[in-house]
């Protein structure tokens, strides 16, 4: 068994990796923020540097401009943002240690953006942002752990970034919604994984459970689903009812009262509760899904991308033998969050780099993935994982010369 010391510095050594490369890129790029960071990172700069919820001046920035036409909402008149409010939120500490940073730099000399625009800050947000899926790959390995082997969920974590869009997010693009998406992912996963296994849920496994779900759901609406199912699982789980319908009922409120935040954003913005999405007139087609687009297409097809979750669904089903009610739920996750990709618009669900929207299901994937490795030889492990990983980099590389 690892010792906890020496898993942390494999971590640490994994930070440094992942942060090294990402500031290569950065140095390569010249940049750190675009596309749909931008709307992320507007309402992070809003929030601390003008404490408010108004793009006005962040949508029109010169060097960092809202990448479409700003759109004025009548009956607010304010900036349209229809990104969930939550990766920003969380870029807050980071942000103000960049600011911090820069203010240091510019009184002693240094040339300097104070404005919140600086590459300086753009870059801390975004070491933060690495940070945010290193974190996820700790709390998905803990998960792993709690149905199977040390070996088989190191082995399984380690598959799971070299073969996934999890490579890309967190070595490359973390400055996105995807890193902070896993990691609230993952320790959802691995909150409810110890309930799980135990049968039983305290009133501080419940609150925690409730506000990495609320968070999960913050950071992309769509997650709300999985916490639906997996508190769900637990009321058939647990055998004390009435008890545990109490404390599930903490979770829920705990839930609910960090999902407000997008109500309130929601109302701020738009004056209105519905979803910005549909406010901005974007549509998900319920009764004509496309599973072929999102699971095949070139452009942002999830197997094409990402082999490996096939590998992770047969090993789910494979599961279903010993564990059946473990791999449903996971299962579960999978299928909801496949339903309302595959209904969404497919200009939403594409790149840059494909597949993206399925980042909050990969902690339960994994649970598959590692039910297939139990019963693969070390030679056969290694050469799959070569092979995907190969497939994955060359993916990688056609994007990035494309883009």
């Known amino acids: 068994m690892l010792h906890h010391t020496t898993m942390h510095r494999w971590l640490a050594v994994f930070f440094f990796v992942a942060s090294l490369t990402y500031l290569v890129g950065v140095w ?32 029109i920035e010169p060097s960092l ?41 510019s009184g002693i000399g240094a040339s300097v953006l104070t404005n919140g625009y600086s590459l300086v800050t753009q870059v801390m ?50 400055l996105n919604s ?28 419940a609150f925690g459970l409730g506000a990495s779900l609320g968070m999960l759901g913050l950071v992309r609406n769509q997650d709300v689903l999985t916490g639906v199912i997996l508190l769900g699982s637990l009321l058939f789980r647990i055998s004390s009812k009435l008890s545990t319908l109490k404390k ?24 209105s509760w519905q979803s910005p999405y549909i406010l901005s007139g974007q549509s998900l087609s319920w009764l004509a899904p496309d ?29 279903a033998k010993t564990k059946r009610w473990l791999a449903v739920i996971c299962l579960l996750v999978f299928l909801a969050q ?8 497919p200009e939403i ?10 980042v909050g299901t990969l902690p339960f994937l994994s649970v598959g993935l590692a039910q297939v490795l139990t019963t693969v030889k070390n030679r056969l492990i290694i050469f799959m994982t070569a092979i995907l990983f190969a497939w994955n980099l060359y993916q990688i590389g056609v994007m990035l010369v494309r883009w």
Not at 254 to 271: M, R
Not at 338 to 345: D, K, M, N
């Open 178 to 205: 995807h890193t902070a998406s896993f990691l609230f992912a993952s320790l959802s996963f691995f909150l409810w994984g110890e309930i799980w296994n135990n049968r039983i849920i305290t009133w501080k496994q």
């Open 338 to 345: 496949l339903y309302v990709i595959a209904s969404w618009g």
């Open 28 to 59: 390569r790029v010249g940049s750190t923020v675009w596309g749909d960071s931008i709307y992320y990172y507007a309402y992070t700069r809003s929030l601390v540097m003008d404490f408010d919820v108004d793009f006005a001046n962040e949508s």
């Open 291 to 319: 599973f072929t687009r999102v699971l095949f297409s070139s452009g942002n097809g999830f197997f094409r991308y990402a082999p490996t979750a096939v590998i992770c669904l047969a090993g789910l089903f494979i599961l």
């Open 125 to 174: 947000v975004g070491l933060g942002a690495v940070g945010f899926g290193v974190l996820g790959v700790y709390f998905c390995l803990h998960g792993l752990r709690s149905f199977f082997s040390e070996k088989i969920a190191i082995v399984t974590i380690i598959s799971l970034l070299l073969t996934t869009q999890l490579f890309y997010y967190i070595l490359l693009d973390p």
């Open 65 to 105: 401009s809202f990448p479409n036409q700003p759109v004025l909402y009548p009956q607010t008149q304010r900036i349209v943002n229809t990104f969930s409010p939550g990766t920003g939120l969380l870029w807050i500490p980071a942000f103000i240690l960049g600011q911090i940073v820069t203010h240091v730099l």
């Open 349 to 358: 669900v594409g790149g840059p780099y494909g597949s993206r929207m399925f």
């Open 248 to 271: 599930i009922s903490l979770a829920v409120g705990s839930a609910v009262a960090i999902g407000s935040t997008q109500l309130i954003t929601s109302w701020i913005l738009f004056q």
